[in-house]
């Protein structure tokens, strides 16, 4: 698996269990629900963090926006992407 798909998953995971974990805080708040979402969430953001971080020829920018909670990986993505279509490949030089 790439780091790419490893932070696309990370990314969806993080922001999945934050949104389930506020609506959980805003409607019934089941303490077991958080007890749950809340280390998942925790676990999804480091994943998140550290694959952005060992991720090679990532920008700074990337690493730096890995670090914003619920959508950081989102903006790392974002980033990654557009410094992957801005580098032209190895066959192309």
């Given at each position: 698996?790439?780091?790419?798909?490893?932070?696309?998953?990370?990314?969806a995971?993080?922001a999945?269990?934050?949104?389930?974990?506020?609506?959980n805080?805003?409607?019934?708040?089941?303490p077991?629900?958080?007890?749950?979402?809340?280390?998942t969430?925790?676990?999804?953001?480091?994943?998140?963090?550290?694959?952005?971080?060992?991720?090679?020829?990532?920008?700074?920018?990337?690493k730096?926006?890995?670090?914003?909670?619920?959508?950081?990986?989102?903006?790392?993505?974002?980033?990654l992407?557009?410094?992957?279509?801005?580098?032209?490949?190895?066959?192309?030089?």
């Amino acid at each position: 698996m790439t780091n790419l798909t490893v932070l696309k998953l990370a990314a969806a995971a993080e922001a999945i269990t934050v949104t389930l974990l506020f609506a959980n805080l805003l409607t019934v708040h089941w303490p077991a629900a958080s007890s749950a979402l809340g280390p998942t969430h925790g676990t999804a953001y480091l994943v998140t963090v550290v694959t952005a971080l060992t991720a090679t020829n990532a920008p700074a920018k990337a690493k730096w926006l890995s670090f914003v909670p619920a959508v950081g990986g989102y903006l790392a993505l974002r980033v990654l992407r557009s410094h992957a279509s801005a580098v032209p490949a190895a066959s192309e030089r």
